[in-house]
């Protein structure tokens, strides 16, 4: 049994705060890494920069928080992200595609390299979302295997069904990211300058789902670099969400403590 002399609130968690000896003990015991994925960039004119990490970096330490069972430990979060299409605004911090890549999959190669085979990667930027399956799929071949998923994902059908005005979807510094940010900390929003925003697609509602263009929010002209309806957002709707998300995380950590390590070569897809 892994022995936790603190209580769970208190008990180290974080990757660049843990001894090599406390690697060493937590290895023999089938231990979960949570590696927060996310970017620095703009998030209309109310909200901090950093919305995207911070989100799913509270979201990683409470569950590793929460379980004193067995070890969770949390990465240091990769605060950059692939989001060039915000930079005519100040303040945003793009990696090229190519970079982002290589940079969460040799994390988790390294990760793995140094023993920790259950690896999962929770994200909290739209434009991380794809690439970071690509990363899934690559590492995989290294024999390495990862989860990864964006927060939003595990509590989809809830915020379509508590939305009020931006039918569920997560936006950008909208409804529900504002809502988080409210929760989380509520004295970098500026509410004075709270909005409601949209970015055209230009296809008809029933084609919207699906069909798209690249994102224009490099376009200072006529958006706020807001897309969604911050007015709608509160305190309350964030705790209530960002809880949920940590109550899937955790039973996502539990189960996948309880599998068994993965081999690539078990599924019959490696030239010997």
Request: hydrophobic letters at 40%.
């Amino acid at each position: 049994m892994f022995k936790v002399s603190y209580d769970g609130k208190n008990k180290k968690v974080l990757w660049q705060e843990m001894w090599r000896h406390e690697f060493l003990e937590a290895l023999q015991h089938d231990p979960i890494v949570i590696v927060p994925t996310g970017s620095v960039e703009q998030h209309g004119p109310h909200c901090p920069m950093d919305v995207d990490i911070v989100g799913p970096f509270y979201m990683a330490v409470r569950t590793a928080q929460r379980v004193t069972d067995f070890p969770v430990i949390v990465a240091p979060p990769v605060w950059s992200g692939f989001t060039h299409y915000n930079m005519g605004f100040p303040g945003t911090i793009s990696l090229r595609i190519e970079t982002y890549l290589n940079l969460v999959g040799d994390i988790c190669r390294s990760i793995a390299a140094n023993g920790f085979k259950r690896i999962v990667v929770i994200n909290g930027h739209g434009g991380n979302d794809a690439p970071n399956r690509v990363v899934m799929n690559t590492v995989s071949e290294d024999n390495v295997f990862i989860v990864a998923f964006s927060w939003w994902t595990a509590v989809a059908q809830e915020m379509k069904a508590w939305s009020e005005a931006d039918a569920g979807s997560v936006g950008h510094g909208g409804e529900w990211e504002t809502s988080v940010q409210l929760y989380l900390r509520d004295y970098l929003i500026d509410k004075s300058k709270m909005n409601a925003d949209i970015f055209p697609n230009p296809f008809s509602p029933e084609l919207r789902h699906f069909a798209g263009f690249a994102e224009r929010r490099c376009d200072t002209r006529d958006v706020t670099g807001t897309m969604g309806d911050s007015l709608v957002a509160s305190a309350a709707k964030g705790e209530r969400v960002f809880n949920l998300v940590v109550d899937r995380l955790e039973k996502m950590v539990r189960e996948y403590h309880a599998q068994p390590v993965r081999d690539y070569r078990e599924f019959g897809t490696h030239c010997p």
